[in-house]
């Protein structure tokens, strides 16, 4: 699933605002003439404005999911709100780690930048960390994982059909403390036995039958990941044209 952030496109704008302010509000400080100036108020306004947005989107990020791959846990339409410093600090443009965060766990769901195209972001599932050797096979028709020799328990709930209208089935997953939804489908002919190297993570889409993920490009690089969502701000439905009320400030498994 490819998203778009609302922050990422505002901050190269806003940065190179900050820069301009930021120049000029220096130079008053040695030419009088600039601090008397008209401009002088908007444009020390405009750096005060720009660079807490600056600084704000190191920290948080507004991402909009535009495709079906990570259902039922996103709609598409929703908007959702990323922690980018629980991972480690980094400089919003060229992702520059500045401060070391806590190594993501498995289960939990993380944004990164898409490999095959580092203007993309994308958001997925951790499968599997760093060491883990995880296989996926074919099991009364269904896909079953395994983490290191370990079946990946899930509960059967009932048919269902994704946002896209296509036939699925939807199993309750508790996997590794984080109890979640995914859509299987009967017809499925994965076969997988490989072990995560160091530094990267083995990740899913919970729509597994709709979803491009490390199964068909590979893994996650911890120097691509820029946080983990959070919370659902708002969601709307782009069928019907209007809010689902029900998943406004909804927190994520």
């Known amino acids: 699933m490819k998203i778009f952030s609302y922050t990422f496109d505002a901050f190269a704008f806003l940065g190179f605002i900050s820069i301009v302010t930021g120049i000029y509000l220096l130079l008053a400080l040695f030419i009088p003439f600039l601090k008397t100036n008209r401009i002088y108020k908007s444009v020390k306004s405009s750096f005060n404005f720009c660079s807490i947005f600056v600084f704000v989107t190191m920290f948080f990020g507004v991402f909009f999911i535009p495709s079906g791959s ?5 709609l598409v339409g929703d908007n959702v709100l ?6 480690g600090l980094r400089f919003p443009l060229g992702n520059t780690l500045l401060i070391k965060g806590y190594e993501p766990k498995r289960g939990e769901i993380l944004v990164f930048k898409y490999k095959m195209d580092k203007a993309l ?10 060491g883990d050797e995880v296989k996926i096979t074919n099991k009364d028709s269904i896909q079953t994982v395994y983490i290191n020799g370990e079946e990946v328990k899930k509960h059967r709930l009932n048919k269902t059909f994704t946002g896209s209208g296509e036939k699925v089935v939807k199993f309750k997953q508790s996997f590794y403390g984080h109890d ?20 990267k993570f083995f990740v899913m889409g919970d729509n597994r039958p709709n979803s491009s993920d ?40």
């Open 82 to 87: 990323v922690n980018k410093f629980k991972t």
């Open 214 to 253: 490390s199964r068909f490009w590979g893994f996650v690089s911890s120097e691509s990941i820029v946080g983990t969502p959070v919370l659902i701000t708002l969601s709307w439905d782009l069928r019907k044209f209007g809010f689902r009320m029900n998943r406004f400030f909804k927190f994520i498994q």
């Open 180 to 199: 979640h939804e995914i859509f299987l489908s009967e017809a499925n002919d994965d076969n997988l036995d490989i072990t995560v190297p160091p530094g």
């Open 121 to 130: 972001y994308v958001v997925k599932r951790i499968v599997g960390v760093p």
């Open 70 to 74: 990570m259902e039922p846990t996103f």
